[in-house]
């Protein structure tokens, strides 16, 4: 494992470039704020009339339609959604000057072929591994969230010591940058997301809650046990793993979590989770959810109003609208 740190860092490589970020949803605007506050020159890119226009110019950012920002720009950050980055390319592709840095926050168009930069360009990747909101929030506060770094195409040869200085310049060098490549982040991020982080992590809430509903107990009480506590315990591990969790909870939480957490995800979920990754490496994923997003999202719009009407979630909003320290 090879940690980057502020000492590595080369600033000389990106002096006097202008830095156009594409973008400016929650990663775009920290790191487009992070990056002036470290003194660069940035300028936002994003199609006249954008929701997000206003609140970048009310940042005090130049926003300009995407060709015109990135024209002369020495770096260019992606970091519109995933989907729409392909066509965003094709749209800036003639403006690019030679030699200059494409930035991806997540490897996915470049991983499964859906850009193919030209040949004069460096590519890489910087992935801060946490929210836009926290990213800002660190900087601010003098730290830094820790960043992926990879280099698909480095024709400079200075694109890892860019790719550095852009870490350095949102504070990514104040908590550390890992390097890996354009696959491994792309395929451990989606893997992480489907099987653990969101999908793996709320269907486990769901299906916890349901069990003790549909056994006759309060959905406020359950509620409170699958969802609420949620917090509690992913606090302790985020703070300090499985050691962290199991010093602050009960003797009887302990014997609970390792007698009969394996009765819920056993071996079973273990090789459903090999298929998803499975199917995440063989561009399976990628390929269902380009032809989804280009038919209109009508499966994903289905699945979305089934999660936001169930029964969790009209409970969830009545009790959370009672917990006035949420809202602070």
């Known amino acids: 494992m090879k940690l980057f740190v502020e000492a590595d860092v080369q600033p000389e490589v990106l002096a006097g470039e202008r830095i156009a970020v594409l973008g400016y949803g929650s990663q775009g605007r920290a790191h487009a704020m992070n990056?002036?506050?470290?003194?660069?020159?940035?300028?936002?890119g994003l199609r006249?009339?954008?929701?997000?226009?206003?609140?970048?110019?009310?940042?005090?950012?130049?926003?300009?339609?995407?060709?015109?920002?990135?024209?002369?720009?020495?770096?260019?950050?992606f970091l519109a959604p995933d989907m729409v980055q392909a066509s965003l390319y094709e749209a800036i592709e003639s403006k690019l000057k030679a030699n200059a840095t494409l930035l991806f926050a997540h490897g996915f168009n470049i991983h499964y072929g859906r850009i193919e930069p030209r040949d004069d360009l460096d590519v890489v990747l910087i992935a801060p591994k946490g929210?836009?909101?926290l990213?800002?929030?660190?900087?601010?506060?003098?730290?830094?969230?820790?960043?992926?770094?990879?280099?698909?195409?480095d024709v400079t040869g200075n694109a890892k010591a860019r790719a550095l200085a852009y870490a350095h310049g949102i504070g990514g060098t104040r908590g550390g940058v890992l390097e890996t490549t354009f696959g491994e982040e792309t395929e451990t991020d989606l893997f992480g997301?489907?099987?653990?982080?969101c999908g793996g992590l709320s269907e486990l809430i769901v299906r916890g809650f349901q069990t003790l509903v549909d056994a006759g107990y309060q959905p406020e009480v359950a509620y409170f046990e699958c969802m609420h506590e949620v917090k509690l315990i992913v606090?302790?591990?985020?703070?300090?793993?499985?050691?962290?969790?199991?010093e602050f909870v009960s003797e009887t939480a302990k014997y609970g979590?390792?007698?009969?957490?394996?009765?819920?995800?056993?071996?079973?979920?273990?090789?459903?989770?090999?298929?998803?990754?499975?199917?995440?490496?063989?561009?399976?994923?990628?390929?269902?959810?380009?032809?989804?997003y280009e038919s209109g999202l009508p499966e994903y719009t289905r699945l979305m109003e089934?999660?936001?009407?169930?029964?969790?979630?009209?409970?969830?909003?009545?009790?959370?609208?009672?917990?006035?320290?949420?809202?602070?």
């Not at 990056?35 to 936002?44: A, E, H, N, P, Q």
């Not at 060709?67 to 020495?74: E, S």
């Not at 800002?136 to 195409?153: D, I």
Request: charged residues 30%; glycine residues 12%.
């Open 193 to 197: 997301e489907q099987a653990v982080l």
């Open 131 to 133: 929210p836009g909101d």
């Open 48 to 77: 006249p009339g954008g929701k997000t226009t206003a609140k970048a110019e009310n940042d005090g950012f130049q926003v300009l339609p995407p060709d015109q920002a990135v024209d002369g720009a020495g770096l260019i950050a």
């Open 306 to 328: 089934e999660d936001l009407r169930s029964q969790i979630e009209t409970v969830g909003k009545e009790l959370r609208g009672r917990m006035a320290w949420l809202r602070e």
């Open 235 to 246: 606090d302790l591990l985020h703070e300090g793993g499985l050691a962290k969790m199991h």
């Open 257 to 292: 979590d390792l007698t009969q957490g394996p009765r819920v995800v056993d071996e079973h979920t273990g090789e459903r989770m090999k298929q998803v990754l499975k199917e995440i490496q063989d561009g399976t994923f990628a390929n269902n959810w380009v032809a989804e």
């Open 135 to 153: 990213v800002r929030r660190q900087y601010e506060a003098g730290r830094g969230v820790p960043c992926l770094m990879a280099v698909a195409q």
């Open 35 to 44: 990056l002036r506050d470290s003194g660069f020159d940035v300028v936002i």
